[in-house]
């Protein structure tokens, strides 16, 4: 049996611009929906999310580790209406991912994570970023990357 490609819906045009500031606080509000809020809690106490408490990023990295699941849950249980609780749910971590500015190689690690899991495509086992807000995000890891790099050398990180 033949899957057809799955499309998600894609990022507005107009994606809020990034705050070039290091310290970002990212919080993201859920609708309340107890089947969704349970799958939210299940990842929030995973190993992965319990290790980054520590972290500058452990925001970022905590709401990367559960991008895949808001995903995993529009693709199942959205309805294609803006007004729909999975589809907010989505906007909202996708927006808190974009505007987020990674301060440590992990936080930039759970991005790159939350990128590959916007790319995939699981009837086919493929990953496509062309046209995704994944593609940008890509950049904005590169930009990450050299002012993390840049900072070691200066000896201030």
């Not at 049996?1 to 500031?21: D, I, N």
């Not at 859920?30 to 299940?42: C, E, M, N, W, Y």
């Not at 980054?52 to 959205?78: F, N």
Request: charged content about 20%; some cysteine.
């Amino acid at each position: 049996m033949t899957h057809p490609f799955r499309a998600l819906p894609q990022a507005p045009r107009e994606v809020p611009p990034r705050k070039p500031s290091p310290s970002v606080v990212v919080s993201v509000k859920v609708p309340p929906r107890r089947g969704f809020l349970g799958i939210l809690a299940a990842v929030a106490v995973t190993p992965a999310a319990a290790a980054t408490t520590l972290s500058a990023d452990a925001g970022l990295i905590q709401i990367c580790d559960a991008h895949p699941t808001v995903l995993k849950a529009l693709d199942e249980h959205g309805s294609g209406e803006d007004d729909c609780p999975f589809w907010l749910a989505y906007v909202r971590s996708r927006d808190a991912i974009h505007t987020a500015v990674p301060v440590t190689l992990a936080g930039i690690v759970a991005k790159a994570r939350a990128a590959k899991a916007e790319v995939f495509n699981p009837g086919s086992d493929t990953e496509n970023p062309h046209g995704t807000v994944a593609e940008t995000w890509a950049w904005d890891l590169v930009q990450d990357l050299l002012r993390l790099d840049l900072l070691r050398l200066e000896g201030t990180l």
